[in-house]
């Protein structure tokens, strides 16, 4: 028979009587392990990462997906030697008949792989602010960045060297055919090709402003607004480079500090 002390706590518990203690079996034998519902876990689509889940605390988690596209990695690729370096900006230089953009980029970005999209975009941008030919720039920066002062030396000799006899040699031809109206036609004829190589090489770089910090749409403004200045408007084109760069540069600055 089983005795059960009724206590008074406020006046503590009295000599001689215990509390009950139940044993560990005690509720086990009326609620036994077989009769427990089992748990369920979720299966199929919503056992996925992105399905909301139970914490502790019965409260509904969702995972966190990141929104921002990753940072563009770097191609790791760059020329071994100095000689490799001479040879292949010489050899981009030969090609620049018409549109040296479309050929750099070709070389430097798709063929050889040297740089990234990204990278190219954002080089070329510094070399077309810097005096001088924007080709000379670039190949500068890209010369010392790998090798130093040597490659930047080595650089400017192989987009200049070769390709400046080339130059005297069609200089010299054109002295004496120039005024043919078949030599004429021909440099005509070249302009369109320079100019649709040029357009070709800017809508294949049009990929690259997704990643860039200020989108899609400042980036579209500022292109149209560059167009107009310069070809509708006819604005100087160190002004412009001088308002809309500085305008670009702090949207940029806003975007990217925290």
């Given at each position: 028979?089983?005795?059960?002390a009724?206590?008074?706590?406020s006046r503590?518990?009295p000599e001689?009587v215990?509390?009950l203690?139940?044993s560990p079996?005690?509720?086990?034998?009326?609620?036994p392990?077989?009769?427990r519902?089992p748990r369920?876990?979720?299966?199929?689509?919503?056992s996925?990462?992105?399905c909301?889940?139970?914490a502790a605390?019965?409260r509904?988690?969702?995972?966190?997906?990141?929104?921002?596209?990753p940072?563009p990695?770097?191609t790791?690729?760059?020329?071994?030697?100095?000689?490799?370096?001479?040879?292949?900006l010489?050899w981009?230089a030969?090609q620049?008949?018409?549109?040296?953009l479309?050929?750099?980029q070709?070389?430097l970005?798709?063929?050889?792989?040297w740089?990234?999209?990204?990278?190219f975009?954002?080089?070329?941008?510094?070399a077309?602010?810097?005096p001088g030919?924007?080709?000379?720039?670039l190949?500068?920066?890209?010369?010392?960045?790998?090798?130093?002062l040597?490659?930047?030396?080595?650089a400017?000799?192989?987009?200049?060297?070769v390709p400046?006899?080339?130059?005297?040699?069609?200089?010299?031809?054109?002295a004496?055919?120039?005024q043919?109206?078949?030599a004429a036609?021909a440099?005509r004829?070249?302009?369109?090709?320079?100019?649709?190589?040029?357009t070709a090489?800017?809508?294949?770089?049009?990929?690259?402003?997704?990643r860039?910090p200020l989108?899609?749409g400042?980036?579209?403004?500022?292109?149209?607004a560059?167009?107009l200045a310069?070809?509708?408007?006819?604005?100087?084109l160190?002004?412009v480079?001088?308002v809309?760069?500085c305008v670009?540069?702090?949207?940029?600055?806003?975007?990217?500090t925290?």
């Open positions: 028979m089983l005795r059960v009724l206590v008074n706590f503590g518990e001689g215990s509390r203690q139940p079996g005690f509720l086990s034998s009326f609620f392990r077989r009769l519902p369920l876990r979720p299966r199929g689509i919503f996925g990462p992105g909301p889940c139970r605390d019965n509904t988690v969702t995972p966190s997906i990141p929104t921002t596209a940072a990695q770097a790791g690729l760059r020329p071994e030697t100095l000689s490799q370096l001479f040879l292949a010489t981009m030969l620049g008949f018409g549109g040296v479309a050929v750099v070709r070389e970005v798709e063929r050889r792989r740089m990234t999209r990204e990278e975009v954002e080089d070329w941008a510094v077309q602010l810097l030919p924007n080709v000379v720039n190949s500068l920066m890209l010369g010392h960045r790998w090798f130093g040597r490659g930047a030396v080595v400017l000799a192989g987009i200049l060297t400046m006899f080339v130059v005297l040699a069609l200089a010299l031809a054109y004496q055919w120039g043919h109206p078949q036609a440099l004829g070249m302009g369109a090709v320079a100019a649709g190589l040029i090489t800017g809508l294949k770089l049009l990929g690259a402003l997704g860039n989108g899609r400042w980036c579209a403004m500022l292109a149209v560059t167009f310069i070809a509708v408007l006819r604005v100087p160190a002004v480079l001088v809309l760069g670009a540069f702090a949207l940029t600055w806003r975007r990217i925290p």
